[in-house]
Every structure is written in structure tokens, then in C-alpha cells.
């Protein structure tokens, strides 16, 4: 498997559990192209982790294919497979009794990497989620905080270097303020690193930050719709979709652009409020009711004026 | 070799019957007076600390002791300070008796959910209301756990003061020149059976207690 | 049957020259603890550390062994539970004496019976310990890619040490309180003297309180090094 980022097809994959009639997954088809953040959204019983375990084989297809760039998961010796691809859970599953350089170290151990090199690799990796690569390190699971523990988490999936990760609702347990927060590193590190994902979440305001693509599932695991956010929000395919992303969906298509993206009139400095350009247009749009103002004043990083954002060319 | 001792001892039982019974009878006379005394010690003990969240070393200390107390020195010396007798070994087995009793009655009730006991405070039960009608009922099972371990053991210890002049099962055990090697045998199945019934009548009780706490478990 | 002996015909042990201390019984002569250190206390204690480690030692094999089959065939686990727990009540006494048809008035039967002690203790132990690994840990070992083999290794047996250590401690501690009843049966480990002192017409007080306060050092003694072992083992449970 390459180690950089790999391509992920569904074709077909089906799961139907032992004595059940009704499919956990139907004949499930999709292509994550190499290095995008593709999430699976969708209700309750969607199938949803279930396609992801499918992935990594902790849940055997019923039939179908899932292809890892073009080639068969069955073919993989599973070991090795899931070795080689990154799993990150919710509840993230630290290993209490090993520091966190032993729970990061943990596949490079088993895949036989010299002690320096998993040494660094760690001091790497913590520095890439946020945490402090010599105080963290010998500290146990017990020690940190929830977000602390799921950046452990998200660098121990990232420790061989995989070509894909799975993240399964990595950051449901975790409260809001601290969960944006984490969104939005997550996405800083997507930038770097470059791997292909596959996000599972309930949250549609979580998939439409993260994702570079949303597959939505409904009851019985069947594909309702599979497209960029923009394309989802702006053009459901059916009801379905369109409940399903909610009767705001035309505001929530404003988190998707900043002000910097808009055509802006020319600056004129008459108090009106200041807002950076990285302001997404729905807070923009809040601003402007809240103060009940007709124009916004977008500012630099540097805080120079780049220019008037007009209330309605927010809503354009 | 088997055979011929277990086959003298179930001869030995009907041809010995009434002095087993009554053997048996002075056994578990003794255990059942040292287990209620040490009842009446250890029970409020537990049960004060254990509501009032304190003494933890305590109730550690005091199972940790209880362990390493061998029960025959303690046998021998209740006998050599008191001499031999019914209370006087009563007390030895009662020294025995409290710590499980009481390390059990005290995680039993510490143990109990902070939420069911500070809604019951809540909603106005006095303290003494909040142990007997919610501590008690919900540690109930694990406080009985204690109780048959403290059964077991004192039955046990029990039978060693016997042999050492204390009467009961033990007595017979170690007159074999008396009884014969059926009589000491048929003494050891009537201890291990004593044992194995209380044991069995305090799991019965505990189930129903544990039952009563989870009714679908 | 050496139990006889206590309630048939006494054995008087031989004083020698009795000080003041021995000719009033007194609770504690220095004077024979120093003579008889090495005839008799030494020795019945190295004999009892003897029979406590090789009975919690082959306990501990067999609760092992039975814990993994308890643990791959579930419904083994209720009657291996009731199994060890009947095994646990019967009196020491009745079971060391039960067990002499079997294999003789031997040291054999009295490891039989402690073995069969320890096992209640730690079987229990071993399968909650085992049973205790969170499902979430075990589904990322699974995830990463661990075989079965490593995760029991690398996961749930370092997890499940805290239980599996607290149940050793708790069975060498009982071991060494049973093992002086041993006694009744053989001469052998430091219930010997206990024996001897208390079937003494007068009840020979200083041998009592000797014996049995080593018995009784042992027990704590083991308890703090188990302890201290514990801690060690599993740095992981200190924090916080």
C-alpha cells in the first residue's frame, strides 16, 4: 500500500448481519479520490459505522468489493491491512497501562521500527496534534483531558504513516467548545498531511466543516446522496436529504464561505463593524443582524481594510 | 484405601447417629453464638462507617489483619489466657468473625450509589431513615457475601477448638484411638456438610436480597 | 494419626535446664527461642514458606488455565465459580482429613486441600481481571491491527494485573493462615510447634506465641511485599 494517500471505492459492499433480513449496508457504492476527507452522515441505523468497519475488515462483507487503490481488501493479510490503516473511535480505546509514547509506538513497534526512530516519530506526532512532545510524553492516558486523549488518539492512528484513515464519530464525546476547536486542527493537519479519510459523524454540521465530500445513508444502508457540501446543501436530491440537512440548510451553506470569498464594495471607514476576511459568512451575516447594521467592514489579517461587505451580498 | 474409610465412615453414621447429631449440634452451637456476637459488634460499626464515608484504613486494616490471623494461634490463645470453654473459645472464633463481617458491611454500604442516597436526602429522609431504607436494602448482598464468609470460616475454626478439648465434630475428629478411623471420617463429612449448608442457606438468602435489588437480573 | 496425640496422650516436650521464664510458662523466653531457633522455629518456617509457594503456585497455574477456558467457553464460567466456592467451604480440618484416602497422610494431601483453597480467590481474580479490559480498548487493539495472541499479551493481561495480583496477595496471605492446620495431618511448617505448644498439658505458651507470631509475620510480611509489588507493576493506576 503506497504511504501516502490512497484511493477508496465501495463497489457494491454489502453487509446483511447473521439473522437478519434487512442489509446494515446496501450495495454501497462510492470513490473517495486519494487524499479527501469523505463523511458518512446519516441517521441512526444508516449503516454508517458499519460501512467504515467493512474498511479495515472488522466487520466482514456480506458481498460486494471495497478496493484500497484498485486493489481487494480480501486480498490484504488483515493484520497487515489494518496495520496500514489509521482507526480512530470515539471512546479512542488509549491502552491505560502504556504511556502515550507506548500507545503511539505501538504499530511501529509491531511493524519492527528501531527504537530512535518510533523516539522521534512520537515527538513528531505530538507536536502535529497540539501537545507538548517532551512533557507529554511519559504521561499515562489517565493523566489528560478528553480532547487531550483523542489527539493521542488521532496521532496514534497517524504513527506507520497510513495511506487512509478511519474515524469513527472521533469527536462525539467531546464538548462543543473543545470539539471545534479539534475540528478545526484536524483540518489544519488534513492540510499537511495529506491522507485520505473517511469520517463517520450524526452531526451535519460536523460533516459539512470537515468534509470534502458527504455521503448521506439512510435507514438499511442505502446511498442517499453523495456530493460536495455546496451540492448537498444547495440541490438535495429528495426530501430525505433535504430534511435530513435541515430547514436551515441555506444558512448553514454560509458557513462553507468566508468574506474574503465575496466581491466586496470599496472601503469606507464610517464605524460600521470590523470583521476579519477568515469570518464565515453566516457569523458575518449575525453580526450584521445582531448590531442591525446594512454593511460590514472586512479587515486584513494586519487590520487594514480590504473593503464593505453589503448585507445583501451576503445572501447572494 | 478409599473405599474401606469412606465405607466404615457410612457405617459408623447410623450406628453413631445421635452422638454425631449431637457433636454436630455443639459445633455449630459454638460457631452460630461467636457469628451472632460478632454480629452485634461489627454490624453497627460497618454500617456507622460506611454511611458516614469514613475510616477506610480502617476497615482495610482490620480485613488485612483478619487474614493473616492464623485461626489455630488464635485457638491456642484464646485457650492459653482463658482456658478451655464454651465462651472462651466463643471469643477467639468471634475475634475471627469481624473482620469479614465488618470489611464487608462497610463497602456494602459506602458502596452504595451517591445519587439513590442523596435523592433520598432530598427528599427529607433522616440519615437513620437513609440507612436503613436505602443503605441497607441496596448493600444488603454483598453484607450477606461477608456474613457466609464469616460463616465458613468460623465453622472451620470452630472444628480446630474441638480438637483441642472445645467438644463438638473436632472432638471426634481427634480421637481416632476412640472412634476409629470411620469415626474421624464420618466426623470430617458431617464438618465439610455443616460448612457446605450454612454456606448454601446465606447464597440462597443472598440471592433472593440480590434479586429483590435487580428484579430482571 | 499424629492428631491423636492431643487429645489421646500428650507429647511433653523435653525442657533441658528450665530457666526461671520456662518454669513459670512464661509468654516469651528469650532464652528457648535463642536454643531452639534452629531445631525447630527455623526450619517449620522455611518448611511453611515451602507449602505456601508451591501451593499458590500450582493454584495459580490451575486458576490460570481455568480461567482461559472460563473465558473462551462462557458457559464454563457459573459451574468453574460454584465448583471453586464448594471447594472453599469445606472446613481445612474436614478436607485435609477427606483427602487421606486419596493420597495418604502426606505432604501431598496438604498441598492437595491449600491448592484447592486458592483457587476460589484466584479464579475469581484472574477472569474479572481479564474480563474487566474496557471493549473500546479491545476494539482499537483489534483496529491497529493486533493479533489475538498480542492483545492478550500486550493488552488485556497487563490490564487485568491489578485484579490478578490482588487476588495473589489475598491467596498468600490465607495460604499461610491455612497451612498452620497442615499440622493436624503431617509435622510439617511452623503449625508443628503451634500444635506441640497447645497439646502441652500446661499449654507451653512461649512456643505459641513464637510460632505463631512468625506465622503471623510471615502473612504480613508477604502482604507488604505483594503490595509493594503491585505498585510497581502497574505504575498506571498511581496517577490521579
Not at chain 2, 481416632?176 to 471420617?185: A, D, E, I, K
Not at chain 3, 481479564?130 to 491491527?145: D, F, I, Y
Request: glycine share 10%; aromatic share 6%.
Amino acid at each position: 500500500m503506497p504511504t501516502e494517500a490512497a484511493e477508496l471505492v465501495f463497489d457494491e459492499a454489502t453487509k446483511v448481519y447473521p439473522g437478519r433480513d434487512a442489509a446494515a449496508v446496501d450495495h454501497l457504492s462510492l470513490t473517495v479520490p486519494a487524499g479527501e476527507i469523505c463523511v458518512l452522515v446519516g441517521p441512526s441505523g444508516g449503516g454508517k459505522t458499519t460501512a467504515l468497519k467493512l474498511v479495515n475488515r472488522l466487520i466482514p462483507l456480506t458481498s460486494g468489493y471495497i478496493r484500497i487503490d484498485g486493489r481487494q481488501i480480501g486480498d490484504y493479510d488483515v493484520t497487515e491491512l489494518r496495520r496500514s490503516i489509521g482507526y480512530v473511535i470515539q471512546q479512542v480505546g488509549l491502552f491505560p497501562h502504556m504511556t502515550i509514547e507506548g500507545n503511539i509506538g505501538t504499530v511501529p513497534r509491531l511493524l519492527g521500527w528501531k527504537r530512535e526512530r518510533i523516539r522521534d516519530r512520537v515527538g513528531e506526532l505530538l507536536e502535529l496534534v497540539g501537545l507538548d512532545p517532551e512533557e507529554d510524553r511519559k504521561r499515562f492516558p489517565a493523566e489528560l483531558s478528553g480532547g487531550q486523549r483523542q489527539r493521542v488518539g488521532l496521532a496514534r492512528a497517524l504513527a506507520a504513516n497510513p495511506a487512509l484513515m478511519l474515524m469513527d464519530e472521533p469527536f462525539g464525546a467531546i464538548d462543543p467548545i473543545v470539539r471545534a476547536r479539534l475540528q478545526d486542527e484536524f483540518l489544519r493537519l488534513h492540510r499537511e498531511v495529506r491522507k485520505t479519510v473517511v469520517f463517520v459523524t450524526h452531526d451535519v454540521d460536523e460533516a459539512i466543516k470537515v468534509g470534502d465530500r458527504i455521503a448521506i445513508l439512510r435507514e438499511g444502508g442505502r446511498l442517499a446522496q453523495y456530493d460536495t457540501p455546496q451540492q448537498i446543501l444547495e440541490h438535495p436530491v429528495d426530501d430525505f436529504v433535504a430534511d435530513f440537512v435541515g430547514r436551515d440548510r441555506a444558512l448553514k451553506a454560509l458557513t462553507l464561505k468566508t468574506l474574503g470569498d465575496l466581491e466586496l464594495s470599496p472601503a469606507t471607514d464610517d464605524g460600521l463593524p470590523r470583521l476579519s476576511a477568515d469570518t464565515s459568512l453566516r457569523d458575518a451575516l449575525a453580526v450584521a443582524v445582531a448590531e442591525r447594521r446594512e454593511a460590514l467592514l472586512v479587515v486584513g489579517p494586519d487590520g487594514s481594510p480590504l473593503g464593505v461587505a453589503k448585507r445583501e451580498d451576503l445572501l447572494r | 484405601m478409599v473405599s474401606s474409610a469412606f465405607v466404615d465412615a457410612f457405617r459408623f453414621m447410623p450406628s453413631h447417629f445421635s452422638l454425631l447429631l449431637e457433636k454436630a449440634a455443639q459445633t455449630a452451637e459454638l460457631a452460630f453464638a461467636a457469628l451472632a456476637i460478632a454480629l452485634l459488634i461489627a454490624l453497627p460499626i460497618g454500617l456507622w462507617l460506611g454511611h458516614r464515608h469514613r475510616g477506610l484504613p480502617l476497615a482495610l486494616g482490620v480485613s488485612s489483619l483478619g487474614r493473616s490471623l492464623p485461626s489455630v494461634v488464635l485457638i491456642g490463645l484464646g485457650i492459653a489466657i482463658l482456658g478451655v470453654g464454651f465462651w472462651n473459645n466463643a471469643l477467639a472464633l468471634v475475634v475471627l468473625a469481624v473482620p469479614p463481617i465488618l470489611t464487608n458491611t462497610y463497602f456494602a454500604v459506602e458502596g452504595v450509589d451517591s445519587d439513590a442516597v442523596e435523592a433520598a436526602r432530598g427528599i427529607g429522609l433522616t440519615e437513620t431513615q437513609i440507612l436503613t431504607r436505602v443503605e441497607l436494602p441496596l448493600g444488603l448482598p454483598l453484607l450477606l457475601a461477608g456474613l457466609r464468609i464469616a460463616a465458613v470460616f468460623v465453622i472451620a475454626t470452630a472444628t480446630i477448638a474441638g480438637i483441642f478439648g472445645g467438644g463438638g465434630l473436632g472432638d471426634i475428629m481427634a480421637r481416632q484411638v476412640t472412634y476409629g478411623l470411620g469415626g474421624v471420617f464420618a466426623a470430617a463429612i458431617w464438618v465439610a456438610g455443616l460448612a457446605l449448608l450454612t454456606a448454601a442457606a446465606l447464597a440462597l438468602v443472598q440471592r433472593a436480597a440480590s434479586r429483590r435489588m435487580a428484579p430482571r437480573a | 494419626m499424629t492428631a491423636q496425640r492431643f487429645a489421646d496422650g500428650p507429647v511433653i516436650p523435653n525442657f533441658g535446664k528450665p530457666s526461671a521464664c520456662l518454669r513459670d510458662n512464661g509468654w516469651f523466653c528469650t532464652d528457648w527461642i535463642h536454643e531452639h531457633w534452629g531445631d525447630t522455629l527455623q526450619p517449620a518456617l522455611i518448611q511453611h514458606i515451602q507449602l505456601t509457594l508451591i501451593a499458590v503456585g500450582i493454584g495459580f497455574a490451575i486458576s490460570f488455565a481455568l480461567a482461559l477456558v472460563a473465558l473462551r467457553f462462557g458457559f464454563l464460567d457459573p459451574p468453574l465459580g460454584v465448583f471453586t466456592d464448594f471447594l472453599y467451604t469445606i472446613p481445612s480440618l474436614a478436607l485435609f482429613q477427606l483427602l487421606v484416602p486419596l493420597s495418604g497422610v502426606t505432604v501431598t494431601t496438604v498441598e492437595i486441600a491449600l491448592v484447592s483453597y486458592t483457587l476460589f480467590i484466584l479464579y475469581r481474580n484472574i477472569v474479572v481481571g481479564l474480563r474487566s479490559v474496557p471493549p473500546e480498548v479491545l476494539e482499537s487493539a483489534r483496529g491497529m491491527g493486533l493479533t489475538r495472541r498480542q492483545t492478550f499479551l500486550r493488552v488485556e493481561l497487563p490490564l487485568a494485573m491489578p485484579a490478578i495480583l490482588a487476588g495473589l496477595r489475598i491467596a498468600v496471605v490465607a495460604t499461610i493462615s491455612i497451612a498452620t492446620v497442615a499440622a493436624f495431618l503431617i509435622e510439617d511448617g511452623l503449625g508443628a510447634p503451634i500444635f506441640a505448644a497447645i497439646g502441652t498439658p500446661d499449654l507451653f505458651k512461649t512456643e505459641l506465641v513464637a510460632a505463631g507470631g512468625l506465622a503471623i509475620l510471615l502473612a504480613l510480611t508477604a502482604d507488604a511485599l505483594l503490595t509493594l509489588a503491585q505498585r510497581a507493576l502497574t505504575p498506571w493506576n498511581r496517577v490521579r
